[in-house]
């Protein structure tokens, strides 16, 4: 799927964009299956193991932000994560020994999706080392208007930076308190069915959709084997077992120096990063909850 160029081209700037790594019918079942699970968030109240609603929801007019473990909710998106042709780009840029970290889907409705502000994967769920990634599979075309994933190139080989407010993790960045010049973030953009990679440490967000156009992106996180989750192993043995996707485990953590903070103490509003990110104090992106809603 992608020449030593592309893989050089990732190692320098922390991301990558691969068209045509699924099917037009691949992609139309992974939609069919996002679609049911969105109508079954009918009647929900609040957040829940499995959705994050958006602040306009209502158990009559359900808005969904975020799938939790869209693996784990419909088999379609288990499979997909070892399609070959996704194996093919990882084990160039990762290794040939993969595991699944996790995964979610992020789902920006047209006119009103919400943001996500300036954070690194890797102050969320530091590993023995840095060889792990995530990849956003666009279920739908994605431009520069309908809130793409943004990344700083180059970021993922500077410091970790702090995403605490007032003495606890919050999911962000603080835009007036680091020395990245925003205005070089680049937007991964591409037709449905093109997957883009980001490095763990890269500085990455996206803006509140306000077009007309969905724009949802479903999202694995993938590990080199022998990194290892420094939190400990979420789920026990056989739940890290059964998220091998190629190759083999392997009980010897590789550990390579990197500039590592914990998540910790917890955020005050645990769950999803929109909980996390309530807290942050000096935002980046603007964000109108009202937009789109009956109201206006």
Request: with cysteine; charged share 25%; aromatic share 8%.
């Given at each position: 799927?992608?020449?030593?160029?592309?893989?050089?081209?990732?190692?320098?700037?922390?991301?990558l964009?691969?068209?045509?790594?699924?099917?037009?019918?691949?992609?139309?079942?992974?939609?069919?299956?996002?679609?049911?699970?969105?109508?079954?968030?009918?009647?929900?109240?609040?957040?829940d193991?499995?959705y994050?609603?958006?602040?306009?929801?209502?158990?009559?007019?359900?808005?969904?932000?975020?799938?939790?473990?869209?693996?784990?909710?419909?088999?379609?998106?288990?499979?997909?994560?070892?399609?070959?042709?996704?194996?093919?780009?990882?084990?160039?840029?990762?290794?040939?020994d993969?595991?699944l970290?996790?995964g979610?889907?992020?789902?920006?409705?047209?006119?009103?999706?919400?943001?996500?502000?300036?954070?690194?994967?890797?102050?969320?769920?530091?590993?023995?080392?840095d060889?792990?990634?995530?990849?956003?599979v666009?279920?739908?075309?994605t431009?520069?208007?309908?809130?793409?994933?943004?990344?700083?190139p180059?970021?993922h080989?500077?410091p970790t930076?702090?995403?605490?407010?007032?003495?606890?993790?919050?999911?962000?960045?603080?835009?007036?308190?680091?020395?990245?010049?925003?205005?070089?973030?680049?937007?991964?953009t591409?037709?449905?069915?093109?997957?883009?990679?980001?490095h763990?440490?890269?500085?990455?967000?996206?803006?509140?959709?306000?077009?007309?156009?969905?724009?949802?992106?479903?999202?694995?996180q993938?590990?080199?084997a022998?990194a290892?989750?420094?939190?400990?192993?979420?789920?026990?043995?056989?739940?890290?077992?059964?998220r091998?996707?190629?190759?083999?485990?392997?009980?010897?953590?590789?550990?390579?120096?990197?500039?590592v903070?914990?998540?910790?103490p917890?955020?005050?509003?645990?769950?999803?990063?929109?909980?996390?990110?309530?807290?942050?104090?000096?935002?980046?992106?603007?964000?109108?909850?009202?937009?789109?809603?009956?109201?206006?």
């Amino acid at each position: 799927m992608i020449s030593e160029a592309d893989a050089a081209f990732y190692r320098e700037n922390g991301y990558l964009v691969v068209e045509n790594v699924y099917a037009p019918e691949e992609v139309k079942a992974m939609r069919d299956a996002l679609s049911g699970l969105i109508d079954k968030a009918r009647g929900l109240t609040d957040h829940d193991s499995i959705y994050d609603l958006e602040p306009g929801h209502t158990p009559e007019n359900p808005r969904v932000r975020r799938i939790k473990k869209p693996f784990e909710a419909d088999p379609v998106f288990r499979d997909m994560v070892e399609h070959p042709n996704l194996i093919s780009v990882l084990s160039k840029i990762v290794s040939p020994d993969l595991r699944l970290h996790g995964g979610k889907i992020n789902i920006k409705a047209a006119e009103y999706g919400s943001p996500v502000e300036w954070h690194q994967d890797w102050a969320f769920y530091p590993h023995t080392n840095d060889d792990v990634l995530a990849v956003g599979v666009l279920l739908d075309d994605t431009t520069e208007e309908n809130g793409p994933l943004m990344v700083i190139p180059g970021s993922h080989k500077g410091p970790t930076y702090d995403h605490h407010v007032d003495g606890c993790f919050a999911g962000a960045m603080d835009p007036g308190a680091c020395d990245i010049d925003f205005s070089k973030a680049v937007a991964l953009t591409g037709k449905a069915g093109s997957c883009t990679f980001h490095h763990v440490r890269a500085v990455h967000g996206s803006a509140q959709n306000t077009s007309g156009r969905d724009r949802q992106l479903l999202l694995y996180q993938i590990a080199a084997a022998d990194a290892w989750d420094l939190r400990g192993v979420p789920g026990g043995w056989e739940e890290n077992e059964s998220r091998m996707i190629a190759g083999t485990s392997t009980l010897t953590p590789r550990v390579v120096d990197c500039p590592v903070r914990l998540p910790y103490p917890k955020a005050k509003r645990e769950g999803s990063i929109y909980e996390n990110q309530t807290a942050l104090k000096n935002r980046y992106f603007a964000f109108d909850p009202k937009v789109g809603t009956a109201a206006e």
